[in-house]
């Protein structure tokens, strides 16, 4: 079975701080891995994915996040927040062989204050 | 990618009633999904909208509340029956379009029940 564990349901940083978001995940086949955010009243749009090809991943807006197998782990970071990045974001895993399915973390909830 | 599109964005309905959500993509895509968002949580998998086949539901859901048609591989619906506040979410299509389990996810119903 294969899970998602996002810690920290609130994070609050100050504009141009650094963002670290949290994901550890739970799979005993090698994952596909994905960071979504969703803006208030909006849909979920894919910020970067993991799929083996490198361990480091950049997606838009200036997110990374980095893929540590020892660590289970596939946190997501900015350099310098912006007030635009204040949204949800969720972690989520798949699989091959598991129907394309996504498993979803609880979400992190980003502030941005001044 | 694929471009989603979701009608109605938003509906408030009277408990009792039925409501059917429509998912359109502009392009030919093979696994369609249907989330649930309820208030301030993450989405949960509702079914796989399976073309020319019956939908698979995930434990929890079952057709006769939550029925699915998938007529062609660009549109699908899914209707809420019988509907009291718990079903009050937000309702997401998404469809699997390119490699690694990639999903791009409609803007979302958002479903109020009084």
């Known amino acids: 079975a294969q899970s998602v564990t996002q810690l920290g349901s609130h994070v609050s940083v100050s504009e141009g701080a650094l963002v670290l978001l949290r994901c550890n995940y739970s799979s005993s086949v090698p994952p596909y891995l994905f960071w979504y955010v969703q803006y208030p009243n909006q849909g979920l749009q894919l910020l970067l994915k993991?799929?083996?090809?490198?361990?480091l991943v950049k997606g838009i807006n200036g997110f990374e996040a980095e893929f540590k197998k020892s660590e289970t782990s596939f946190h997501l970071t900015k350099p310098s927040a912006h007030m635009s990045d204040a949204a949800e974001y969720f972690c989520?895993?798949?699989?091959?062989?598991?129907?394309?399915?996504?498993?979803f973390g609880t979400g992190t909830q980003l502030k941005v204050e001044l | 990618s694929a471009v989603i599109s979701q009608k109605p964005s938003r509906d408030i309905c009277q408990r009792g009633t039925s409501l059917t959500i429509q998912c359109q993509v502009d392009?030919?895509?093979?696994?369609m999904f249907w989330y649930r968002q309820q208030p301030g949580q993450s989405l949960t998998l509702i079914a796989t909208?399976?073309?020319?086949?019956?939908?698979?539901?995930e434990s929890g859901f079952v057709i006769d509340k939550f029925p699915i048609s998938r007529p062609n591989l660009t549109f699908s619906t899914l209707t809420v029956s019988n509907m009291s506040p718990e079903d009050s979410s937000i309702y997401l299509c998404?469809?699997?379009?390119?490699?690694?389990?990639?999903?791009?996810f409609g803007p979302g119903t958002r479903l109020t029940v009084l």
């Open positions: 392009s030919q895509v093979t696994m």
């Open positions: 998404s469809v699997v379009a390119g490699g690694f389990n990639e999903q791009f």
């Open positions: 993991y799929t083996s090809a490198a361990t």
């Open positions: 989520a895993v798949s699989f091959t062989g598991g129907g394309n399915k996504l498993t």
């Open positions: 909208a399976n073309q020319g086949s019956e939908a698979t539901y």
